[in-house]
C-alpha cells in the first residue's frame, strides 16, 4: 500500500544534540512538508519541499534543516539551536493541486531529556 | 491575528448527541477548506474537504462554508465514542502555477463522546 512512512516513532535527545527525523513517501508525490505540534496550537509549518532539490523555510525554520535529494525522501534536522524541540512531528506530502489536502505519516515524537 | 481561529473546546458530549465544530478564518484567498481528524498519537486523516460555500454531506458528518462570514463548520450527527478525537479545520489558498499550496491550520479541538 501506498503512504508515508516516519522513523522513529520515539526519540529521545540530549541538549546539544542534532537529531535526524527520517519521512519516505511512495506515493509519487512532487510536494512535501514538516509540521509541528503542540498542544493547544494546532500544526504548524516548519519547512516544505514541491521539488527535488529546492525547498522553502515556513513559519518556524529556525532550528531547524532539511534536504530533498530524492523525491521520495524529505529527513528534517532539529539542531541544537532550537531552543524548544519537544513536540509531535509531522511529515506530509501532497501530489494534487486540488483541494483534496494532504497525506499525512504517524508522527514522531521527540522529547529532550 | 491567527489566520484562522478555532473554538479550543474541548467537547464532552453523550452518544448520540449533534456536534458542531467552528472555525473562522481572515485570509480572502483561502478557497479549499477541510477537516481532519487526529486520533491520540497518529497522524491526521482527512475527513472532509470543500471549496464554495454551502453544506458537503458525507454520512454522519456535514461540513459547512461560509465565505461571506470566513466561517466554517463540521456537524457530527449521533456522534459515537469512536467519534472521540481532535478535530482540525485546515485551510489553503488557490494553488496555481508549480504552487501546491501549504494548509494553514486550526488549533484543534479535543472532542470525547462518552457512552
Known amino acids: 500500500d501506498g503512504g508515508i512512512t516516519q522513523s522513529p516513532k520515539y526519540l529521545f535527545r540530549k541538549e546539544g544534540q542534532n537529531v535526524t527525523l527520517s519521512c519516505e513517501q511512495n506515493?509519487?508525490?512532487?510536494?512535501m512538508y514538516w509540521y509541528r505540534q503542540d498542544p493547544g496550537q494546532g500544526l504548524r509549518l516548519i519547512y516544505y519541499?514541491?521539488?527535488?532539490?529546492?525547498?522553502q523555510k515556513g513559519d518556524i525554520a529556525e532550528g531547524y534543516s532539511v534536504s530533498r535529494e530524492k523525491k521520495e525522501s524529505f529527513p528534517l534536522t532539529v539542531t541544537s539551536a532550537q531552543k524548544n524541540p519537544t513536540a509531535f512531528y509531522l511529515c506530509?506530502?501532497?501530489?494534487?493541486?486540488?483541494?483534496?489536502?494532504?497525506?499525512f505519516g504517524s508522527g514522531t515524537r521527540l522529547t529532550v531529556v | 491575528q491567527k489566520e484562522v481561529e478555532q473554538d479550543p473546546g474541548p467537547l464532552s458530549v453523550p452518544e448520540g448527541a449533534i456536534v458542531s465544530l467552528n472555525c473562522t478564518y481572515s485570509?480572502?484567498?483561502?478557497?479549499?477548506f477541510m477537516w481532519y481528524r487526529q486520533y491520540s498519537r497518529k497522524g491526521p486523516e482527512l475527513l472532509m474537504y470543500?471549496?464554495?460555500?454551502g453544506n458537503k454531506e458525507d454520512g454522519r458528518f456535514t461540513a459547512q462554508v461560509d465565505k461571506s462570514s470566513k466561517y466554517i463548520s463540521l456537524f457530527i450527527r449521533d456522534s459515537q465514542p469512536s467519534d472521540s478525537a481532535t478535530y482540525l479545520c485546515?485551510?489553503?489558498?488557490?494553488?496555481?502555477?508549480?504552487?501546491?499550496?501549504?494548509?494553514?491550520f486550526g488549533q484543534g479541538t479535543i472532542l470525547t463522546v462518552h457512552p
Open positions: 519541499s514541491q521539488i527535488v532539490n529546492d525547498f
Open positions: 506530509a506530502s501532497t501530489g494534487d493541486r486540488g483541494p483534496s489536502g494532504y497525506t
Open positions: 470543500t471549496y464554495s460555500s
Open positions: 485570509n480572502s484567498a483561502f478557497q479549499y
Open positions: 506515493l509519487n508525490h512532487d510536494a
Open positions: 485546515a485551510m489553503r489558498q488557490v494553488a496555481g502555477g508549480t504552487s501546491y499550496g501549504k494548509l494553514t
